[in-house]
């Protein structure tokens, strides 16, 4: 499976591009919350909220136990909390597993990705909906 598709077509932003600035690696263990200004991954286990500013990507190995929010998300360990990147892409793999509520501006589930949880998907007004409500308030 492709890291974010670097396909971009639609002008949207090239994720695999992004330098990874912090790693957690397999092993660690991070208990209470964990914030990082850019992009992230995480092999080891944090159990508590996390917030990051760029892109989050969660290895096979990886577990968070908390609510995530990030820019766009790469999961193919396991999160058991609510995610919040509604401005962004998340991906879940064949190896990914999240429990909780997901609010995205673009989802892929992987066949045998397991996510148990309600989905929100968030999306810009396209022209014909300003257009409709512009037309509406006149």
Known sequence: MALFNSSKSDGSIDVAAEPITTFIA???TIDGPFTAKESTRVDGT????????????????GKIVGAVTATNLF???EIQGNVN???GKVE?????????DLAAKTLVIDENAIF???CKMTAEKTS???AKERAATT
Not at 46 to 61: A, F, H, P, T
């Open 26 to 28: 397999s092993g660690a």
């Open 46 to 61: 944090i159990n508590g909220n996390v917030s990051v500013g760029g892109s989050l990507i969660l290895g096979q190995e």
């Open 75 to 77: 999961l193919a360990g």
């Open 85 to 87: 990147c509604s401005q």
């Open 92 to 100: 879940i793999s064949d190896t990914g597993k999240l429990v909780g």
């Open 116 to 118: 148990q949880g309600q």
């Open 128 to 130: 014909a909906e300003t």
